[in-house]
């Protein structure tokens, strides 16, 4: 279930992440950078639109279907916009297998929460939040390489490909976890009467505002303030996702060893700010000798905590609320971090880089008396995702 689940979550980072490393061929070819980049941006657009839907179904028939689904659809989309000439469809279709990457957003997070037991689902969601880093990284390696030496429709066939090989998968390997019976109270919704899911979701919101200025802006930031080269950039920047997959899953086993989610959440937003912190007043001063070190560390250390809040509101919601809570939680993470570009982009024109890696230190400063306290000590916990102790 989890090498399936991580598949799945794979193929739909390739889709999201991967397209908008075909903007060199796209500018190459004649269209202009705004309208490349509007076309590389409708997959995400498209998962943002409907994470919340997708987690309604998955509450309602389940995982299974869901991952197929979702994992067919991007197989479609990629392989039709991979052959068709009308830019209008073209962009329909990337939109579309947008729609359909959302769908392993909650489906493969409810999989993995639902078959593993607490104190080994910290790990197991670590390795599952690994994919999203693992498919960026698939997705630099492969779809800049194929359109430049083949052709766009060709680079759009790797993540169409993968997607179908994933429906394949879930269609004969997934089994739904079980669940309780249906009682009126769980039922209930879980955002009525307790603000803990929501100081999750804002939480989660404010801690991505970090990961994503390094992620968008690191590259440039060694390139043009530091001299390097964009080859050895890329590769820095290549290594701390791999490092930050690592530290997602040292995150889960960290919290399945103290028994709580929140508690290892509370720490990770500290260090996140102190690390940003420190960058910001090292890249001021031109420490580059301790920036670069503190650039590493806040990049990982930046993305632990994703793991910890997703697996945090999957337990708290419990199995007839979890995909709707996924959903939320998704859809406020890729919107903050839908903003970061242009704000940010805005700042470090007028001010430097500085002064965004200050703003996100804030942010994530301000996530920290946000994060909820655990509400019982670890050997009392209950697993509210199957009701069992």
């Not at 998955?58 to 689904?69: K, N, P, S, T, W």
């Not at 739904?176 to 307790?194: F, L, S």
């Not at 390094?214 to 996702?241: E, N, P």
């Amino acid at each position: 279930m989890l090498a399936l689940g991580v598949f799945a979550q794979t193929s739909s980072s390739i889709f999201i992440h991967g397209t908008p490393f075909l903007l060199p061929a796209l500018t190459a070819r004649g269209d202009s950078l705004a309208s490349a980049g509007a076309l590389v941006a409708l997959p995400t657009v498209g998962l943002v639109c409907t994470l919340i839907a997708w987690g309604y179904v998955v509450d309602r028939i389940g995982e299974r279907i869901v991952l197929v689904a979702g994992a067919l659809l991007m197989f479609v989309a990629g392989v039709g916009a991979a052959v068709v000439d009308n830019p209008v469809a073209f962009g329909a279709l990337l939109f579309a297998g947008g729609i359909g990457a959302a769908s392993s957003n909650g489906a493969s997070g409810r999989l993995i929460v639902g078959w593993f037991p607490p104190d080994r689902r910290g790990v197991a969601m670590g390795i599952r939040q690994a994919a999203q880093p693992l498919g960026v990284g698939i997705g630099a390696m492969t779809i800049p390489w194929v359109a430049q030496h083949h052709s766009i429709p060709a680079a759009l066939l790797v993540p169409a490909l993968m997607a179908g090989v994933a429906a394949i998968g879930c269609l004969i390997g997934i089994v739904d976890p079980p669940r309780p019976p249906a009682k009126a109270a769980d039922r209930a919704n879980p955002y009525r009467g307790d603000s803990t899911l929501w100081r999750i979701h804002g939480v989660s919101i404010l801690l991505v505002i970090p990961q994503g200025t390094l992620w968008t802006f690191g590259l440039l930031w060694l390139h043009r303030d530091l001299g390097w080269s964009l080859a050895a950039a890329g590769a820095l920047m290549t290594v701390t996702q791999f490092l930050g997959a690592a530290g997602r899953i040292g995150a889960g086993a960290w919290s399945d060893r103290v028994g709580t989610r929140l508690g290892p959440l509370r720490q990770v937003a500290i260090a996140a700010a102190i690390t940003m912190a420190a960058l910001a007043v090292t890249s001021w001063t031109d420490w580059w000798w301790a920036a670069i070190p503190l650039m590493i560390a806040a990049s990982v250390i930046s993305v632990s905590d994703n793991g910890l809040a997703f697996t945090a509101v999957a337990e708290i919601a419990g199995p007839f609320w979890s995909g709707r809570g996924l959903g939320i939680q998704n859809t406020g993470q890729n919107l903050a971090i839908a903003a970061v570009p242009p704000l940010f982009g805005a700042v470090i024109a007028v001010t430097g880089f500085p002064a965004v890696y200050a703003l996100a230190a804030i942010a994530a400063a301000a996530a920290v008396p946000l994060v909820p306290r655990p509400p019982k000590p670890a050997a009392q916990l209950v697993d509210s995702s199957t009701n069992r102790e």
